[in-house]
């Protein structure tokens, strides 16, 4: 079957799933193989849910009549999700990515878009090569512009990406320590975030611009239209007025939003922000509804949320963590004008050969500053000598801050996705 006679199929039914868990009526199932699943074999499971049809890649699962028989079913869907952006020529496609502050950001640059456009945006963090398809396939007929996040670990990765999202304009975060493993490096990391912006030069795209870092300048040369955003000697500049509880920004160059009172918490997040009102500010998004959905924003999922729990204070940031994001995160908890801090870190993932080291650099920044306690979690903290608590996981780690009955006490919990950390915080 062509991707023609299948993106026909698709407009009758326009609601794709990789999950039987998640099917509704008349959804399209494509039958996804993983490395300890065979999605073809829930071909029929997913026809008795519903699903109109089953995209399959191995003759044994068809049902007649009911299943849509292809070479390989990821590069059908990522094919159907090409042909299904090819119907949007007239509408913006924003691309972000980033070592981090890619999800805080989309979801900054959604809520200012949105206020004046119809948005279709990444859900949650599904950033990779099943995600952005699913991204994709899931805008409709009415929309106006398109923000899509782009998550790698490895070189080539975006640029895949951007052959079926063909993004006109994009923004790469920053570029820090983070895949290392699959990177390469630095300058692996730097040279894999950068094929968005290899991708907007030769496309004639757009791109905002961090241009408080060098190396993203660097980086963004020769692109046909660059939007610059920082705290100096930009189109849109900004600075941090202050961080404790919330961020507080004030925009003194580009649209008169005034002083912008965040829900976010670090002054990490000012680049987020201030992206997001470049952003707002390029697409013409009034200076008013700028400021408005930037304030009535609020993290989830465990990024830099601000917890009280009796009458303690915690952020739990457990999200994710890198060497770059961790120092910023130790450094701006270190700054808060209060007593009584603990921090609770959980280990890094995806370093490779410098996960030791990156792990012994961050127990160094740890001990240059005073704290209540410390206690280091998991992974490669566990193969470091240092002077503070350690436990082997977060049920380890929250079985102890159970007992310490903590009051008026500030916590940092942060640490990679799989070490799971905010169960410390589960009853």
Not at 303 to 312: A, D, E, H, T
Not at 360 to 369: E, P, V, W
Request: aromatic share 8%.
């Amino acid at each position: 079957m062509s991707i023609d006679q299948l993106y026909n199929i698709y407009l009758l039914h326009p609601s794709v799933q990789t999950d039987t868990r998640k099917l509704k009526q008349g959804d399209l199932f494509f039958a996804l193989k993983g490395d300890n699943f065979n999605g073809n074999a829930f071909a029929q499971q997913a026809i008795d849910a519903g699903a109109a049809f089953a995209v399959i890649d191995e003759a044994a699962y068809e049902i007649p009549g009911k299943t849509i028989l292809v070479d390989d079913v990821l590069t059908t869907l990522q094919q159907l999700a090409k042909h299904h952006r090819e119907q949007f020529k007239n509408i913006p496609f924003l691309a972000i990515t980033g070592s981090n502050g890619k999800t805080t950001t989309k979801e900054l640059i959604h809520a200012v878009l949105s206020s004046r456009f119809k948005t279709y945006t990444t859900d949650g963090n599904l950033n990779n090569h099943i995600g952005i398809p699913l991204t994709i396939l899931k805008i409709k007929k009415d929309a106006e512009i398109a923000v899509i996040e782009m998550g790698a670990n490895h070189q080539k990765e975006i640029e895949s990406y951007c052959v079926y999202a063909q993004p006109t304009h994009g923004v790469i975060t920053n570029c820090g320590k983070a895949h290392l493993e699959g990177f390469g490096g630095v300058e692996g990391v730097r040279k894999g975030k950068g094929e968005l912006f290899d991708y907007l030069r030769s496309h004639n795209g757009a791109a905002f611009v961090m241009w408080d870092y060098d190396y993203l300048r660097e980086m963004s040369k020769e692109i046909p239209t660059i939007i610059k955003y920082g705290t100096a000697d930009a189109n849109t500049q900004g600075k941090m007025v202050k961080s404790e509880p919330f961020l507080e920004v004030v925009i003194h160059t580009g649209p008169e939003t005034g002083l912008v009172k965040t829900q976010l918490v670090g002054d990490y997040n000012l680049p987020n922000v201030l992206a997001a009102v470049a952003i707002g500010n390029y697409f013409k998004v009034p200076a008013d509804s700028i400021k408005t959905a930037i304030e009535h924003y609020t993290p989830s999922n465990s990024r830099s949320q601000l917890v009280k729990k009796g009458s303690n204070t915690i952020i739990l940031d457990a999200y994710n963590a890198n060497p770059s994001s961790m120092k910023l995160a130790i450094e701006n908890f270190a700054k808060l004008p209060v007593e009584n801090k603990v921090l609770m870190l959980g280990a890094m993932a995806e370093l490779g050969e410098e996960s030791i080291e990156e792990h012994k650099a961050i127990i160094t920044l740890i001990t240059s500053f005073q704290w209540k306690a410390v206690v280091l979690v998991g992974g490669d903290f566990l193969k470091t000598t240092h002077p503070f608590l350690s436990f082997a996981n977060a049920t380890e780690a929250r079985n102890w801050f159970t007992r310490q009955l903590f009051e008026n006490t500030h916590l940092l919990i942060k640490g990679s996705r799989s070490m799971q950390m905010e169960k410390i915080l589960e009853a």
